[in-house]
């Protein structure tokens, strides 16, 4: 008998020892409001797939940090030649890939050359439009060799679109990725959700859960529903910003408000009569009052902006006041540029964003003299129509690909800026490397297309977010569109 | 016999047809790219030419539309431009999820719908007859997307008895079915309301017929008179609706699909519509349209099966 109540009294202090050991959950779902089409981030522009494998499943020769920071990843360090031409990247030791083959300088030049081939249908294909050669020294070594000098590359390389894949798994990617992040693919349920579970084999610091699934959730109402019923543990981007006052006010979850690189826009084309005259354009600047269309439109969430830059940025400078709310100054200078009974058109894709914001715009510009016609596009029409041919006069668009102020180079964008002067600023950002001077020149470049009021610029969108109280180490902010969860983890 | 199924079969395969010219040809009028859409505001012209090519989007429209019915003759539907796996696997992972909803749907809107329907008729004019037609008055009134949130409010949120939405999949069937049960729920109630109005109506008119008065003169009870005459024919009706009711609780559960985060069929259209999928768009209407055309059949049969008259070809 005391047998057994020793042995008693021994079961009970060791399940009191293995409670919180017990308690510690080591499994997340992450409720995302995109499913993401398939799973190879080098082959399609779609967030949604950044969002489950940047990081966790997939990593390039660099990567971003939460802030936004450039760190090494599959690259420990690098190099610069003096002329600038030649970037030395040395590879981190051990690494494998999750079907256990060892990540060599070779893979490295196999993905490089494929994204920048030919027949690549990498999205973001001018990442890697300046190399001229990819070289392995040895098998850890690999050397870049660029056409021109660019000191964005490093940056460049951060990209979900340059991330390093193997020969032998790059066709299959789509649906069987096979990468050499800290977490594994496990399974994808269409339309339902995707799990990932931990590389016990990663080459860096394992992640700290053991699982994650990520579920694919579009209707504002059944996210709500799903956090409080607790069946989702977080929204990085939480689709009903309506119910956040709500959800912050229960102790369970906890709202998080960062920024992201979406930079909103009222992009005007600059081709088009009477758009083509800055002062009409400068008039339609002024008209906007941004604060009420954020208050309006995203419930208070969003930061104003006065030029297409990301506000957490280091080089970014604060140009609103350039373009500031004044509906007189907006008249003066309509009849200034002898403009009068102005009628445009406004093409609104579906997003809140542009929808609900573009008929608080379409009310302000009708304050001031302008009548818009408002006309709600599908996504693909929008793409055809606005994005493709350029046909239309007024859109509400956030641009959300990171620092990609480059666009305004382009003469054939839809906007059609691509300003000779702006061309000579960026051509010399890229050739410049030193930070300080590449700010300076980030600088001017804002300066130009706020001076020029390429497109009214209106807000940077909000990243806000719901987690569970207990859960710490997700990203704030979204430097990139990704849900890095290597660092996350639950504090009981 | 065997010449009725023949043109049946003759006539099935033109409305195919037909309708695999519409659907073709209207999704090619849609504007929209699908490789731009792949590639994002960023992509260069030689990707996307690259892309197009890849998809086989450059072809001359009638070679696509030829080699689309070819494949679809052979089973094969094409590939998915956007998830990269052939487009009948997504459909049929689909079809796991929304045939049996709209059965279990269908299942408890017939358990709820016609017993009603039979109470109010056989109560005619009582204060049940009346509060009967009032909830069905309000049980068609009521948008299911609504009523699908309240569900969700009371079940999952506050009393935390099912989860919220999601499929678990069929490994665990109790699981599943558990999963399937408010979104069923919220989509039985409105129908059930439909198929008890017309229960009703349909029972009060053949309870009116000569042969059902004839049969309560030799002496039956008004309720065995009921039974054993009236029902089945006051079924044809309601088939009909039933018939109907499956075709429309196949494709048009979109919204509760949605409420709940169901991988059923309809979002699986809905998605591809937006992503500029053609091919799956394509393909999941041609399911539909091939599912309805089924169903009309399998009604036909029913109504065979309950009235003798039919099997003869006579009425």
């Keep these: 008998m005391r047998q057994v109540i020793r042995m008693a009294v021994l079961f009970a202090f060791a399940a009191l020892a293995a409670a919180p050991a017990l308690a510690q959950r080591s499994d997340i779902v992450v409720g995302l409001v995109l499913e993401p089409p398939h799973m190879d981030p080098t082959s399609n522009a779609a967030a949604a797939i950044d969002e489950v494998v940047y990081a966790n499943l997939f990593e390039g020769l660099t990567r971003f940090g939460p802030d936004g920071d450039i760190l090494p990843a599959l690259a420990q360090s690098w190099d610069v030649s003096e002329n600038g031409l030649t970037y030395t990247f040395h590879l981190t030791e051990g690494v494998s890939f999750h079907d256990g083959s060892a990540l060599t300088a070779d893979d490295v030049v196999f993905s490089l050359d494929r994204a920048r081939a030919e027949d690549s249908v990498n999205a973001q294909k001018f990442l890697f439009a300046d190399i001229e050669s990819v070289e392995a020294s040895d098998d850890l070594t690999v050397a870049v060799t660029l056409s021109q000098p660019n000191g964005n590359f490093p940056f460049n390389m951060a990209w979900g679109d340059a991330v390093i894949v193997a020969p032998e798994s790059a066709e299959t990617n789509a649906t069987d990725p096979v990468g050499t992040g800290p977490f594994r693919f496990e399974d994808w349920r269409q339309g339902d959700s995707v799990t990932l579970v931990r590389n016990e084999d990663y080459w860096g610091e394992p992640a700290l859960l053991e699982r994650a699934t990520f579920r694919f959730i579009s209707d504002p109402t059944a996210a709500f529903a799903a956090m409080m019923a607790e069946d989702v543990d977080t929204f990085p981007v939480f689709p009903a910003p309506e119910t956040l006052a709500q959800l912050d006010a229960d102790p369970r979850f906890e709202v998080v408000v960062g920024t992201t690189e979406g930079e909103t826009i009222l992009a005007m084309n600059n081709r088009r009569e009477p758009l083509d005259n800055v002062l009409v354009r400068e008039a339609i600047a002024h008209a906007i009052d941004r604060q009420a269309v954020i208050d309006g439109a995203m419930f208070g969430y969003g930061t104003p902006i006065g030029t297409h830059f990301a506000p957490h940025h280091p080089a970014y400078i604060d140009l609103t006041e350039l373009s500031a709310y004044d509906p007189e100054r907006s008249q003066q200078l309509l009849i200034e540029a002898g403009v009068s009974g102005l009628r445009l058109s406004l093409a609104l894709p579906p997003p809140v964003y542009a929808r609900r914001g573009g008929e608080i715009i379409a009310a302000q510009l009708r304050d001031v003299g302008i009548e818009t016609e408002i006309v709600n596009v599908e996504w693909a029409q929008w793409l055809e129509q606005v994005f493709g041919e350029g046909d239309f006069d007024l859109t509400v668009i956030s641009h959300t690909e990171p620092m990609d102020i480059e666009i305004y180079g382009r003469e054939d964008y839809y906007f059609g800026y691509g300003a000779p002067e702006f061309v000579a600023l960026w051509d010399e950002l890229t050739r410049t490397v030193e930070p300080e001077a590449r700010n300076a020149l980030l600088g001017d470049l804002q300066r130009n297309i706020s001076e020029n009021f390429v497109n009214a610029y209106i807000f940077q969108l909000a990243k806000a977010g719901v987690q569970n109280a207990d859960l710490e180490g997700l990203w704030v902010n979204a430097p990139t569109q990704a849900t890095d969860l290597t660092q996350v983890r639950w504090t009981r | ?315």
């Design chain 2, 1 to 315: 016999m065997l010449n009725f199924v023949l043109r049946r079969a003759v006539s099935l395969a033109i409305s195919l047809l037909v309708a695999s010219v519409v659907i073709f040809f209207v999704l090619e009028v849609l504007p929209g790219d699908p490789a731009r859409f792949m590639l994002g505001l960023n992509a260069s012209p030689e990707a996307l030419a690259a892309l197009r090519t890849q998809l086989g989007l450059d072809a001359p429209v009638l070679v696509r539309y030829w080699s689309w019915l070819a494949g679809m003759a052979s089973g094969d539907f094409g590939i998915s431009y956007t998830y990269r796996t052939p487009a009948i696997e997504l459909i049929a992972a689909r079809l796991w999820v929304s045939i049996p909803l709209a059965v279990y749907a269908l299942v408890l809107a017939t358990l709820i719908g016609i017993p009603l329907g039979v109470l109010a008729a056989t109560k005619r004019n009582s204060p049940i007859d009346a509060g009967t037609m009032g909830l069905t008055q309000i049980g068609i009134a009521l948008p299911n997307f609504w009523f699908a949130m309240l569900l969700v409010l009371l079940f999952s949120v506050t009393l935390r008895w099912f989860s919220s939405g999601g499929f678990p999949g069929w490994d665990d069937p109790g699981a599943a079915m558990m999963a399937l049960t408010l979104p069923a729920i919220a989509l039985a109630l409105p129908q059930a309301a439909i198929l008890a109005r017309v229960m009703r109506s349909s029972l009060l008119d053949t309870l009116d017929e000569d042969y059902v008065r004839t049969a309560q003169a030799k002496g039956l009870t008004r309720s065995q008179a009921l039974w054993r005459h009236a029902f089945r024919n006051a079924l044809i009706p309601v088939l009909t609706i039933m018939g109907l009711q499956f075709s429309f609780l196949l494709a048009g559960a979109i919204i509760i699909e949605n409420v709940f985060y169901l991988p059923g069929l309809g979002r699986l259209a809905f998605q591809a519509i937006t992503a500029r999928d053609l091919i799956v768009v394509r393909s999941v209407v041609m399911i539909l349209v091939f599912a309805v055309i089924v169903v009309t059949f399998a009604v036909d049969i029913a109504y065979a099966a309950v009235d003798p008259r039919l099997r003869r070809g006579t009425r």
